[in-house]
């Protein structure tokens, strides 16, 4: 599976984005997705996740309520909008993919296979 990242940024605190990520590769629909996010000098953190099916969304607190996570199997797609933004959001955004025999907890890096290059996101005050 390849992942490429787009749709990332410069927007104001309180400004909206909206990540895609494309898929290539067969049963793209098989595969959990993710989101995490790596700020300089940090390492790298969870920011969202979903199931294969789409039915079932995961988040930190620190997105919750602000961002969300979806997904169309048919164009092996996954998006993350990302609404009320604040420059503690500013890091390079990733997409991942987790194969079906993959083990772990969502939010852990570990538990995905495939990873995209990343896109810049700057939220400035």
């Known amino acids: 599976v390849q992942l490429q990242a787009s749709g990332g940024g410069l927007v104001q605190a309180g400004g909206s984005l909206r990540l895609s990520c494309a898929a290539s590769?067969?049963?793209?629909?098989?595969?959990?997705m993710g989101w995490f996010r790596q700020a300089p000098g940090k390492e790298r953190e969870f920011v969202a996740a979903?199931?294969?099916?789409?039915?079932?969304?995961y988040y930190p607190g620190s997105v919750k309520g602000r961002f969300t996570i979806s997904r169309d199997n048919a164009r092996n797609t996954v998006l993350l909008q990302a609404n009320s933004l604040k420059p503690e959001d500013t890091a390079v955004y990733y997409c991942?993919?987790?194969?079906?025999?993959?083990?772990?907890?969502?939010?852990?890096?570990?538990?995905?296979?495939?990873w995209g290059q990343g896109t810049q996101v700057t939220v400035s005050s």
């Open positions: 991942a993919a987790a194969g079906p025999y993959s083990s772990g907890s969502y939010h852990t890096r570990s538990r995905y296979d495939y």
């Open positions: 979903i199931s294969w099916s789409g039915g079932d969304t």
């Open positions: 590769g067969r049963a793209f629909s098989s595969y959990v």
